[in-house]
């Protein structure tokens, strides 16, 4: 296992070079904000000529043809895995068995089995493994988080989250975006992965999974950007509905689809016996103007009255919002506090295997007709 090379910062290699790591929203601008903490020092992709473009660029020192030359040949503690869905558990496996913490993008692996492997690796070298999406490391989920553990809205009885988009053929993809719509993608993978993230992040561990599936568009025509009259042939589900029982009655119903044109519903609607929380689209407005991102009916907003209350504590400013800073790489950031023992994971290896099963267990459970019980567990942190 290697260590931090000094208090707070660490040395990270980087495999892959695609669009996830240059975008504005990607992790290396926001790595870029944070070389306090975390040195960049090599990169490798599938395309070299990409991972040197890239490493001009961002002013990377190193660049390997491949991950067992990086492996080798830098000095790291840490890999961040932006490699294809196909590719994830080779590299996080590959970069554990090296005694490297690692983040990594989602899903954390392909099959069950797959992420048994990667969490007891991780266990018996005492490395941190943190997988996407952050979201729960965003304010506003964090928020969400902590009004729900304490009581703010009493005991929960269902939620609601939209998780879906139109897709990335009709949002004039900077890249081709065929493989989305292909075996093994798909929205459940893509866009459902982050509802089903954030309430496992509020209500911890699911139990059951029940769902429906299918194929609503066979084919798609890409519109805009560089690959704008594409026509590409649809091979896995494009819309998925999923029920999730988290026990004692409690409740998630989670779209997964890339058929949502446009919405204005909140991404979280949880109702509790005490009361009602809404996480709304970054930015949302209501009447009376202002950011209203998080908002909270309370049975007892006053005396013998009922109302909504914008929690004090969220209006207290500044607060430092690590996620808008630093946007996707905010899971580098959250690694060196782990790695240094000032947090516990929030986005752990345990939570997206479990994620991850309750994503195969939907395919099953939509092609089955059967509601599926489901076997992993986690701790909230």
Known sequence: MTDARSAGRIRLGIVGAGMISTVEAGFLPGLSRMRDRVEVVAITSRTKARAEAVAREWQIPAVFDSLEAMLDG??????LNLTPIEAHYEVNMRALEAGKHLVTEKPLA???????????LADRRGLVVLCAPADMLSLEWADARRLVRSGAVGKVAFARLQSSHSGPAAMAWPADPTWFYQKGAGPLLDMGVYGI???????????RVAAMSGLVAPR???????????????????????????????????????????SL?????????????????????RDGGGDRTIELFRTDAAPGLAGWITPASLDALPRENRADRYSRAVLVDHLVDCIAGDA????????????????????????????????TRFELA
Do not use: W, Y
């Open 265 to 285: 519903s909140p991404e979280l609607e949880l109702f509790g016996m005490a009361g009602t929380l809404i996480v709304n689209r970054p930015g949302a407005v």
């Open 74 to 79: 830098a000095e790291i503690d840490a890999v």
């Open 344 to 375: 516990r994971p929030v986005t752990g290896a345990d939570r997206a295997r479990h994620v991850l099963e309750i994503m195969l267990a939907a395919k099953t459970a939509a092609r089955e007709g059967r509601t599926v019980e489901l076997t």
């Open 110 to 120: 392909a099959t069950l089995a797959q992420a048994n492997e990667i969490c007891a």
């Open 197 to 207: 993230d954030r309430i496992t992040g509020l209500l911890g561990p699911a139990r």
């Open 220 to 262: 798609r025509v890409a519109r805009g950007g560089p690959f704008d009259g594409r026509q590409i042939d649809v091979t896995e589900d494009d819309n998925t509905l999923l029920l999730l029982d988290f026990g004692d009655a409690a409740f998630a119903m989670i779209d997964a689809t890339f058929n949502v044109q446009a």
